[in-house]
């Protein structure tokens, strides 16, 4: 049986082409990290889990996971996000 | 925005602390970013969800709390809006602001205090009534101030300063001042011709001639009139000079002081209550609180000052209250004991007047206390040291 290829966005393919720089012409996020302290999140849909030791935030790449202690969301607004708090993993989950 | 000015805005708009029970947080957080509503420092405490957010977004907050199944329950609440709540009746709180800052704005631009500075013999109160008979006065204009021809108007007006500033300081006008260094007087010897005489009898003591010609020695007795320094004096071709006599005689004299009291005499003392009258003092101005007529008779007014005061100067704005005591003539009765206390405290009285005015005490030489049916007479007989010159003209017709 033959493996389903993954399709990737025209856009996303146009960007790769002509080597311009990644969000120009598709919707991706970026990750911002102060330390472990503190991390900015643009391209941010919504929050899938919320506690102290646990924030998960779905981007527009997929789900997007920081674990560790105290973690809070200091803002929330215009698909960024402001995840603040003892980071110790980020993990990513494909879509 | 800088986290001092995003307190300052959070402050002026009013913030609202919540915390939510139940229901998805993730969700709450989800809808209020989708909706525009702004939350800040979320964070989870077990259960429990806490966030803040402007007050006039908190009642956007409550329908997507209920979709996201949360109750919401405000901890606390911050802001001016908040504060100036409890106060939203008080009518005097807002005119009494306005009336502030009218007062502010409409009297920096005038003096509010006068003082004086650099004096040490020239009393304040007479250079601020200088000042003020040319214009320096609470409730001037500052900008109306004239400072050159106020300095030249002051020295004037002032012959005993040297220097004179108006500084104005704020809506303090200091007036800064330098006194005239004295000059010592110097006595004109060759003018006024005069003798020493004696101004009452006594026995010499010492005698210290500045001018003219010792008339007596230490140990004569004199009497009332006798000369003491003769102003004129022979000159060693034998002619005869005319001087001012001046000098110092000081004499073993005898003084008596008699004291009567009556057992009855009439005095000007305290009757009834103190009528209270305040004024409000605005500058220069006292502006009556009270509505009764005109008061007749005789008062003893006291004042009590209830203005701001700095630690230097105190401000012309405040309450004066002025008690009116009424006094009436009210004859006293005194026993016989008393009018002795009564005397001897008036005979204290007199020693002490007489000792300011350079009379010495020596002892006490007789004692008499004579009753009558009016009253008690104290009479004391000093030894007593002092000068008794008395300078009298001399006067000196030329013949031709």
């Known amino acids: 049986m033959a493996r389903k290829r993954r399709k990737i966005p025209l856009t996303k393919r146009l960007e790769t082409a002509l080597e311009l720089p990644d969000g120009t012409l598709c919707r991706s996020f970026r990750i911002e990290l102060s330390g472990n302290r503190r991390a900015v999140i643009e391209g941010c849909r919504r929050i899938l889990q919320y506690d102290q030791n646990c924030i998960r935030l ?30 110790a993993t980020v993990g990513f989950e494909g879509e | 925005m800088t986290l001092n000015w995003l307190r300052l805005w959070r402050f002026l708009t009013g913030y609202v602390w919540f915390s939510g029970e139940g229901g998805f947080p993730e969700r709450l957080l989800t809808e209020a970013a989708k909706s525009h509503l702004p939350l800040s420092d979320s964070r989870r405490e077990g259960e429990s969800f806490f966030a803040g957010c402007p007050a006039r977004d908190y009642r956007r907050l409550r329908p997507l709390a209920r979709r996201a199944c949360m109750r919401l329950k405000i901890r606390h609440k911050s802001g001016l809006y908040f504060r100036l709540f409890p106060y939203r009746k008080r009518i005097g709180v807002p005119v009494g602001l306005t009336l502030a800052v009218t007062l502010l704005v409409l009297l920096s631009g005038r003096v509010w205090v006068v003082t004086a500075e650099g004096n ?93 010609q010792a008339a007596v020695i230490a140990g004569q007795g004199v009497t009332k009139g006798m000369l003491l320094i003769g102003g004129a004096v022979e000159s060693a071709s034998g002619n005869t000079v005319f001087r001012r006599s001046a000098g110092r005689v000081i004499a073993e004299t005898t003084r008596e002081i008699s004291i009567t009291v009556p057992f009855r005499e009439q005095k000007q003392l305290p009757a009834g209550d103190p009528i209270f009258r305040p004024v409000f003092r605005f500058l220069t101005w006292d502006i009556p609180l009270f509505g009764h007529g005109a008061l007749s008779g005789d008062y003893l007014v006291t004042e009590y000052h209830h203005l701001p005061h700095n630690g230097s100067f105190s401000l012309p704005i405040g309450l004066i209250s002025r008690y009116y005591t009424p006094h009436k003539t009210t004859v006293l009765s005194h026993s016989p004991e008393a009018a002795a206390a009564i005397a001897d405290q008036r005979l204290k009285e007199q020693k002490d007047a007489l000792t300011s005015g350079g009379v010495t005490f020596l002892s006490e030489q007789h004692k008499t206390v004579q009753k009558t049916d009016r009253g008690i007479t104290l009479t004391v007989t000093y030894l007593c040291k002092e000068d008794i010159t008395r300078e009298i003209p001399l006067s000196v017709t030329e013949n031709s």
């Open chain 2, 120 to 212: 040490t013999t020239i009393p304040d109160g007479e250079i601020l009534s200088a000042m003020e008979a040319l214009g320096v006065y609470p409730g001037c204009r500052l900008s109306s101030l004239d400072m050159e021809w106020l300095r030249t108007e002051a020295l004037t007006r002032l012959p005993q300063v040297s220097y004179l500033s108006v500084n104005p300081t704020g809506c303090v006008a200091r007036v800064a001042v330098t006194e005239r260094g004295q000059t010592p007087f110097i006595q004109d010897f060759k003018q006024n011709f005069s003798n020493m005489v004696a101004a009452r009898d006594g026995r010499i003591l010492s005698v210290e001639v500045y001018s003219g």
């Open chain 1, 58 to 87: 779905d981007t527009v790449e997929g789900a997007l996971c920081f674990e560790g202690d105290c973690l809070r969301v200091n803002c929330l607004s215009g698909g960024s996000a402001v995840v603040a708090g003892q980071i």
